[in-house]
């Protein structure tokens, strides 16, 4: 199963057609270690114990590194992912006597070389003496960068020796100047506090990116895991340990206006580490501005328009308009709802510096505020027409009618003719 992580990574990760080939391990000087290899610890306090990666000749794309301890002995308190040269993170877990830690490279070129970090344990001892062995399995391994089939180049690890003692050898308490005696019965109190994490904060956001702010009640580290959901997968961290954190983000695999999680960690010097809660940030996409239509080419306003995937959501205004920022790039199914009323189309997001627009056309026979005020004055004009046609017609009727009592009334008045005499019978 470990054996298949990697041929995951490398298809997956770096594009290509790579597998890992189990039994396929060829030198290439390389080694995974400890460091330190031995050292005296104290009973009840941390220490921390580096896991590297010497690359020899080769490009390293992924690792695994799996640990066994004991029980009896130790307690596993933490991994810190800082200072890796290993970006994407497939396990980071510890505890029951085991470690796995899987790593692959995210950021380009795509592979490391020389000596590097890999990931850093913290461990507990348990008891006030003795000696503990933490061991390297026969799974650990790291596989190269060879095309067009990556192989296994290192396989197994140098493991460490660590003697236990009663009382701490670096002392952290204070002495005390009026007493000097102090110094030799003074004994560290082993601090298995960890930070307190506060303000986390999106500081600003790109298009293949963000910026990540937060703050601890003591000086810690700075990492910040992120990823498409709560499984992270990929981290970017700082160096040193502060108070006032900032973790820059930015990877060419982040897409235009997409939502992604992320959560901060924080480990003291003793190696004890906080973690936040799941958080999101969405890296900045596309803008555009969708109007929406009634068949008639009239605008619609008020219209709840919603986009998928991301879930936008706006209304249309008194113009048919509603505009979106930080769309992603692509295919969009655009859902549209006027009362009972629905209703959908899709529009393709390009990649364009400007406003793209879209129109789109429903509610066909829906009656909308705007319909009813066209209505209304189509209504009204026809109203007005017929009726003024109306008064014309009596008008008409009425001065035909008067012009005929005129003229009978004129008949009516004019004298009869004389009889004249009939001179033709003279």
Partial sequence: MRKLFYGIIISCLLMSSVLVLPGKISSSGGSIYLSPASKTVSQGVNFPVAIRINCGTDQIVAIGAYLTYNTNQLDFVSIDPAGSAFDWQMDNTGGGGSVKIERGVMTSPGYVTGDQLVATVYFRP?????????????????????????????????????SITGSPTNPTNPTNPTNPSSTSRSTAKADTTPPEISDVRVDSTSRNGATIEWKTDEAASSIVEYGTNNHYGFSSETTGLTNAHKVVITSELLLFGNVYHFRVKSADAAGNIATSQDLTFKTKGYSIQ?????????PVSGVKVKLYPGLEEGTTDNEGLVKFEDISLGKHTVELTLGDATASDKIDVKDSKDTQDYQLTAFAGKTTLGGILQISLLGGVLVLFAALIAVLVLWWRRHKKLRTLVSDITDSEKPNSPNLPNLGNK
């Fill in 126 to 162: 348990k008891v006030a003496s003795g000696s503990t062995t933490i061991t390297f399995t026969a799974d650990t391994a790291a596989s190269n960068n060879a095309k067009p089939v990556s192989q296994t180049v290192i396989s197994g690890g140098t493991d460490g020796t660590y």
């Fill in 290 to 298: 969708i109007k929406v239509v009634e068949p008639t080419g009239n």
